[in-house]
Every structure is written in C-alpha cells, then in structure tokens.
C-alpha cells in the first residue's frame, strides 16, 4: 500500500472527486498542505488578498458551471473565522463549496494555543458538515463524506478542519482505486407528478415559479420544454434567473418586493395556480404570504423535504431533486397532450406577454449627474446575451435586476439569501476563472465595491479579465432609502471632498486611482452618452491587457428605486414609461 502524508492524500482525493481550482492564502498552520498541493500538482491556485474573499471566489466558481465544487483554503484561527461569511452565503443558496482549514497541533487546540479556534463549531450553523480531523487515518473518508454531503440532497457547503500534525502524518492510502461515494438525490414518483400535473390543468390561469434548485440540477432545459409543452407562463425567482430567455414567449417576468418587474408582479396576481420548482419562497419574492397566496393553489417541489411547508403550507407538495421531477413532468404532459387532455393555455399566455409590452418602468433619461436606470440601459446596448452578470445587493443589485436582461442559466450569479457586501469583485473572478471564454460583467455600488476591492490585484496578478461597473453616489442608497420610513438619513452618506482628487467634488473615494494602484484599468463616465462608449472600450482595455476593468458611472446623489412591502403595493418613485422612447432596450417595446 503506498505511503503518504495525510496532506497528500487530501489533495489525491480533491484531484479524484474533479477539483481543478483552489483559492486560498497560505499560513504556517496550512503550509503542509500547501506542500502537497506542489507536490501533487493537477489543481491550479489563486492567492487571494484576503480569506473572505477566496470564499467568494469559491462560490463564484461554483456557480459558473454544473459539477462545479470551489474550494478554498486558509491557515488556523482568523482565516476561518473570515470564511464564515462565505460559508454563510453558500449554504442560503444551496452551493457547494469546500472550505479547508488548519489548526494548531492536536495536543495543544484546547490550550490557547497560537490562532487555535473551534472553527468547527463556529462554521457548524452555515454549513451542511464541519469537523476537525484528530485522526490522520480518517483524513480520506472525512474528504470523501464531504464531497458525498455538498453532492446530495439540499446541496451546500463544508469546512474541515487539519491540525498541522494530522495533516504530517503519513498513512497508508492507494489513490488509484479510491471512487467517490454514489449521490443520494431524492426523486419524484410517477403517481405524484400526475397529481401535481391533474392540479395544473384544472386551473384556470397557471404559472410556473422557476428557482435556482432548477439550476443547480442543471435542468434548465427540462423546464422549458414543459412549460413549451403545457403553454403555462413561468416566473423565474431571482436565484433562477436566466432559466429560460427573458425573450421566450412564456417568460412572465419576475415577481416581489424588490428585483421584479411591474408586469410580473400583475400577471401573478391574475394567477389561480402556481407550480413552484426548486423554490424556497423567499420573502423578498412572496412578500406579505396573505396577499401572495390568496386565491390561488400551490404545489411546491424541492430536494429538501423539511423545505416542503416551512414559509407556507401548500395545497401539495413533492420531495424530488429538480431534475428527477422535471423529467416525469415532461413525459406526463407530453401523454396528455398527445391525447388531446391538455386545456389551451395560449390566450393567458399572451395576456403575460401584452403586460409585458405595456406594464414598464423607464430607464431612458439625459440628466446629468446620471440617473442609474441610464446605466442599465446602456448595459443591454453594450451586452450581449452571452454575458455572465455577477452582483451582490443594494440598490445597484435591485435596479439591474429590473432593467437588465438575462438570457442563460447561470447567467445572473448573485448570492441571493447572504447578500453579504463586497461580495461582487471576488465572486466576478471566481466566476471568470471558471470560465474564461465567456464575458464576465460585474456590478457594484461604491460601497460594495470599497468592501473587497483589494481582490481587484489578484484579477491583475493571475490575468483574470473582466468588466466592473460601477456606480457611484457616495450613499448607502439602498440603507437611506429604507430609513425614509423612520424619517431619518443617518449615517449613511459616503460623501467628502478627496484633497487628492478635487475634481471629483464630494464623491470622495477616488476609485479610478485605486484600481489603477491595484494594477487594473479604470475609466469614469459622468455623462449619460459617454456610457456606451466607455463599456465598449472597457471590453477592449480588458481583452488587450488581461486584467479586470472598471467603469465607474457618477450618478445623482439620491435616486428612489421601485420597492414595496406586498406585491401589489410596490412603490414606482420615478416616472413610469409612457411611450417607446422611454425604455428603448425594453425586451417588448412598449405599446
């Protein structure tokens, strides 16, 4: 039997169970891995500027691609504990990701040792598994649970803790005959999906609620073609943006409180049926669950089963993988409508399609300091459908997911349920990392970007190109706008006067020096005509230099973006659009 460190052999099991990338920091309590990872060669690295932020290029780099398992990897004490953050935003929208850490020697964890933490009870509550590993023995089949949990059921993240002598010590381990283990996946009957299916067609006015679990099963194709097959309109959540075209003729828009559309949110109240598929009812989606589920029937299916009744209980409910279920979903409509017993949903669906043509907010507007809505505008001009968005929250975040376009799954990677700032700049570079091919566009407030904008020299050092757009009012805009109801603004202005930059007047930060000083390029735009050609060259800039680029918009100081507390109360704080001219890159012109 060969012999090897416990090191070693971790990082035989990462190569065999598809790992490719690592993200991390070394530190001397990681450094035996880090041996290891040299050694063993096969798993390409990227050394992040601060641990919080390998954890996010994780996650992006889980995201970007089905099988996907980002892994990161820091020393003892604080690197963990700055991982948590990570952790955290992986397990609320169900993403696996391995967080690997190390820790002081095991005779001396419990005795104040140097950077020595519980880590593994600390990361328990954000994570599917956490544990230190005592034993070097156990060290390949604590690997190998760990890559069976994040693979089955509710997929999520796991952290493993390695004392530096655990990680020394050598064992026995033949890497040629090691297999991961089988993937427990629960999966819809075909008695159940009939029933889901009989309650579908008796409804009058049906919708689909599309999440991003459809996503993670990579069955985005599976949904569409039963939506295509039964002519139901489909309401993609947030986390499922993307999973049929924003331009299908059965997409209905998104539906909430914050990121939706005025003509998703009608047509869902007109529903009387909703089938929700790899959902988790998100309160920013539901809003106020009298008004979401008054009058109509629900049928909810998700991998998780304790899922199934946790915000409310529906008229019916399957535990399945999204896929398992998608797959019987498809084969049972298309026998009904083979036998002519699927009613014509064509009329309802074209009742979606005309509130899209008519139900729109404007983006269209010459002021000068810029509205942002003229930023999202000028995105859809200048992005294609190929582009892969990558956001976190605020104002920035809500806006562009009303205004901007998506076309692809996995092509709007935003951490949905976290929403942790600074957020954006490490998961855009795990995210082109894991697809350098395909354009990456990145979306910040100035807030979100000054959290983790130092990640912006691992994009120069490694050669990660990207796009960052940047909008800046030197506010806390989406906190201000939420302390209107307490009838205060505090605290929450960014604004003063940079002795280094006076040109910039009270926005401060002056963030195209930064960038630069951090090896990267940056053009600011102040004038709504410059936008265009600035994302276009910023394309140019990032293909001819390799590294990531921003482009810092500076907009009015205060803009109220369209947000409520129930569904049919969202308050529209600008100017609605009345004629085409108003919103040009409208996915339906406006009628």
């Not at 990121?259 to 598929?277: C, P």
């Not at 001009?381 to 997911?401: C, D, H, K, M, N």
């Amino acid at each position: 039997m060969p012999r090897m460190t416990a090191a070693r052999a971790a990082v035989e099991i990462l190569k065999r169970e598809g790992v490719t990338n690592a993200f991390g920091v070394p530190g001397a309590a990681i450094n035996p891995f880090y041996k290891a990872l040299q050694a063993g060669g096969g798993i390409d690295h990227t050394l992040a500027r601060h641990v919080e932020g390998a954890s996010h290029m994780a996650e992006g780099y889980t995201r970007t691609k089905a099988g996907n398992i980002g892994v990161c990897i820091g020393t003892s004490g604080p690197a963990g504990t700055d991982m948590i953050t990570g952790l955290y935003s992986a397990i609320g929208d169900s993403i696996p990701i391995l967080c690997i850490t190390g820790q002081a020697p095991t005779a001396v964890i419990h005795k104040e040792d140097f950077q020595a933490v519980d880590i593994a009870s600390i990361a328990k509550p954000v994570t599917k598994w956490a544990v230190t590993v005592l034993e070097a023995a156990q060290v390949p089949g604590v690997f190998q649970q760990a890559f069976h949990l994040m693979r089955s059921g509710r997929p999520g993240p796991v952290l493993i803790d390695l004392p530096i002598d655990v990680q020394l010590t050598e064992i026995e381990f033949d890497p040629e005959t090691y297999e991961p283990l089988p993937v427990y996946k629960p999966a819809a009957t075909r008695k159940q999906v009939e029933k889901a299916v009989a309650m579908l067609v008796e409804s009058e006015r049906p919708l689909i609620v599309a999440g991003g679990g459809i996503i993670n099963a990579d069955a985005s194709e599976l949904l569409v073609e039963f939506a295509e097959v039964t002519g139901v309109p489909v309401v993609p959540t947030l986390m499922g943006w993307g999973i049929l075209a924003d331009d299908h003729e059965l997409n209905a828009g998104m539906v909430g409180l914050q990121t939706s559309h005025r003509y998703g949110n009608a047509t869902f109240l007109e529903s009387d049926f909703v089938l929700g598929i790899g959902n988790r009812w998100a309160n920013r989606h539901t809003g106020g669950l009298d008004v979401y589920t008054k009058g109509r029937k629900f049928v909810h299916v998700d991998i998780e089963p304790t899922q199934l009744g946790k915000i409310f209980a529906p008229d019916y409910a399957i535990a399945s993988d999204a896929k398992a279920a998608l797959e019987l979903f498809v084969e049972v409509a298309k026998e009904l409508k083979a036998a002519g017993k699927l009613p014509d949903r064509s009329a309802w669906a074209a009742s979606a399609q005309e509130r899209k043509a008519t139900l729109q907010r404007r983006t269209h507007f010459d002021n000068v300091p810029m509205k942002p809505q003229r930023v999202y505008e000028e995105m859809n001009r200048a992005f294609g459908p190929e582009t892969r968005y990558v956001t976190t929250i605020g104002l920035s975040q809500i806006a562009g997911a009303q205004m901007l376009h998506v076309y692809r799954p996995r092509h709007w990677i935003n951490c949905g349920q976290a929403g942790p700032l600074g957020w954006t700049i490490p998961a855009a570079l795990g995210v082109a990392t894991a697809d350098p091919e395909t354009p990456v566009v990145a979306l910040s407030g100035d807030y979100d970007f000054q959290f983790m904008l130092e990640e912006l020299a691992v994009g120069a050092q490694h050669n990660i190109p990207y796009v960052h757009v940047l909008v800046n009012n030197a506010y806390l805009g989406l906190i201000r706008q939420a302390q209107r109801n307490l009838d205060i603004n505090f605290q929450v202005n960014l604004e003063f006067e940079n002795i280094n930059s006076p040109e910039l007047g009270v926005y401060g930060v002056d963030h195209v020096k930064v960038a630069e000083g951090l090896g990267c390029k940056a053009i600011r735009v102040t004038e709504p005509d410059q936008l265009l050609p600035a994302f276009e060259e910023a394309k140019k800039l990032a293909a001819e230099y390799r590294v990531p680029v921003v482009v810092e918009a500076i907009l009015e100081r205060v803009t109220n973006i369209s947000m409520g507390v129930q569904i049919d109360g969202v308050n529209e704080w600008e100017e609605l659009a009345t004629e085409p001219g108003h919103a040009p890159t409208a996915i339906r012109p406006l009628v």
